[in-house]
C-alpha cells in the first residue's frame, strides 16, 4: 500500500516537468549489515533508469532494482544472517553542482534468513551521497534502514545497511 503511495508520488513528481538527461545505469559493491548484535559483509547489485529534471537539472529521480548477497559474519553471531535479499527502490534527490548527487532510498526488500528460512519484506529508508568520478562513472555511499512490517513501525526485524558502490552510466 506504502509502495503504491511512493510510485504514484514518484509518477506525478516525473510528469511534472521534463527530464534533459535520462538513462540507464548498473553498478555494485560491498556493504556491511548490521542486525541487533549481528554484522556482516555482503555484496551488493543494482540497475536502474535515471532522469534528471527542472529548468537547472538539478532535480534527479531514479527506479532501481537491486540484490544483495548473503552476508559473510564478521563475528561469531550468525543470529540474523541473511542468505539473500533483492527488491526495488525509488530514489528522488538533488544535484549540487553537477558532479554530486544527495538523494533518498524509498523502497521494498524481501531478504531471507539463513537460520530459519524464512523469507520476510521490510520496507526501506535511506540517504546517499554520490560522486561522478569519471564521463560514464560514479561512486556511491549510503545508509539504507530496512524493516519488516512497514505499516507496524517497521516490525520486529531492522537492518541497518552501510553501502559503497560504483556505478557505471550507459549514456553521459
Known amino acids: 500500500m506504502l509502495f503504491k503511495k511512493i ?13 534533459a538527461f535520462a538513462g540507464p545505469y548498473l553498478g555494485g559493491g560491498l556493504g556491511i549489515q548490521n542486525t541487533e548484535s549481528y554484522n556482516g559483509l555482503l555484496a551488493t547489485f543494482f540497475g536502474g533508469y535515471s532522469v534528471t529534471l527542472g529548468e537547472e537539472q538539478n532535480g534527479y529521480f531514479a527506479g532501481e532494482i537491486f540484490g544483495d548477497t548473503g552476508s559473510l559474519p ?54 546517499g551521497l554520490q560522486m561522478d568520478v569519471a564521463k560514464n562513472w560514479a561512486l556511491r555511499g549510503e545508509y539504507v534502514y530496512t524493516g519488516e512490517g512497514i505499516i507496524h513501525n517497521f516490525g520486529y526485524s531492522r537492518f541497518n545497511f552501510f553501502k559503497l558502490g560504483l556505478i557505471y552510466k550507459f549514456t553521459a
Open 7 to 19: 510510485l504514484a508520488l514518484g509518477a506525478v513528481f516525473v510528469a511534472g516537468t521534463l527530464p
Open 74 to 127: 564478521l563475528g561469531q553471531n550468525y543470529y540474523r544472517r541473511t542468505n539473500y535479499g533483492f527488491g526495488a527502490s525509488l530514489l528522488p534527490g538533488y544535484r549540487f553542482r553537477e558532479a554530486i548527487l544527495l538523494y533518498l532510498r524509498l523502497g521494498v526488500e524481501t531478504f531471507r534468513y539463513s537460520r530459519t528460512l524464512q523469507m520476510f519484506t521490510g520496507g526501506q529508508l535511506g540517504l
